[in-house]
């Protein structure tokens, strides 16, 4: 790909702190975008809005709030004047718990929990985008996983609110068409600060603190490496760009190494 796919597009990426959202926010930025960084952890933001400068606007808080998403919509057609494609791809992990080694009420405190960031934060930013998002002909792209395909890429928890993302994919491109496209791109394996829940006590437990665990995905993945964050960023580029993009919608582009084709 070559630069400028995005020129004079204006984005919002949720989760754009960290990992893979931020290698997509740098990316829209280096195509020619202009982004609205979302996340709840500020001091990321901030660090990122030091290195992208005033192409940047960062916007924090917690992406299952609505006044947070509304805010930030607002603030992007405040500061850009316009929105052209909302990223949503925030997500947390339940690090493969199993339902039966759950208390029921820890079930319910977990499941609102990833149920609230992995879904509720998209259906949100997707109801707060939607003006906008069709005054430019824009379009969603929201982060699936091989989670969302198949068992074993993560617990119940997990895996269902990754085929609920999925499923919000094929819903919103269905009820948008003709007006708004929505994609998604679904990861692998990928070397990221991707963290648990406070409701199991994992909040703090990031995928990448541990060397066995980026070897056990490099191990598992066809390919036979865990894949780093910009790996997976053309493929936000090639679904936002109105122009590359124009018959794609309810489209979700598998980025994982080969691991859906395994039994
Ligand atoms: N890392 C993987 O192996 C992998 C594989 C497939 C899919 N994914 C998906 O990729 C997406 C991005 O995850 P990542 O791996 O880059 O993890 P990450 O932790 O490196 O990045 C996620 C960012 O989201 C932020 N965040 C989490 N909950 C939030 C909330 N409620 N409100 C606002 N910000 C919040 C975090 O602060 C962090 O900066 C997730 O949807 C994840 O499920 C990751």
């Known amino acids: 790909m070559t630069d400028g796919w995005l020129k004079d597009q204006v984005a919002i990426v949720t989760g754009a702190g960290a990992g893979i959202g931020r290698a997509v926010t740098e990316r829209f930025v280096h195509e020619g975008a202009r982004v609205v960084a979302q996340d709840r952890d500020a001091h990321r933001l901030n660090e990122l809005k030091a290195t992208l400068g005033d192409r940047c606007a960062i916007a924090p808080g917690d992406a299952s709030d609505p006044e947070v998403i ?113 994609n998604g791109v679904a990861p692998g394996g990928t070397k990221t600060s991707l963290s648990g829940l406070s409701a199991l006590g994992t909040q703090d437990r990031a995928l990448d603190d541990d060397d066995a665990v980026i070897a056990a995905i490099g191990a598992a993945t066809p390919l036979g490496f865990a894949a780093e964050p910009k790996d997976h960023a053309s493929a936000y580029v090639l679904l936002a760009s109105k122009s590359a993009a124009r018959a794609m919608t309810g489209s979700i582009i598998v980025s994982d190494g080969g691991l859906i084709c395994k039994v």
């Open 70 to 182: 509304r805010r930030s919509v607002d603030m992007t057609l405040n500061e850009f004047g316009r929105l052209d494609t909302v990223v949503g791809n925030v997500g947390v992990f339940d690090w493969h718990k199993r339902v039966v080694r759950m208390k029921a009420d820890e079930i319910r405190s977990a499941a609102q929990e990833i149920f609230s960031t992995n879904i509720t934060s998209h259906l949100l930013l997707a109801n707060a985008a939607y003006e906008a998002l069709k005054a430019a002909g824009g379009s969603l792209v929201l982060t699936c996983s091989v989670a969302s395909f198949r068992g074993g890429g993560g617990g119940a928890l997990y895996t269902a609110s990754k085929f609920a993302v999925r499923g919000l994919v094929y819903q919103l491109a269905h009820e948008w068409a003709p007006d708004i496209r929505v």
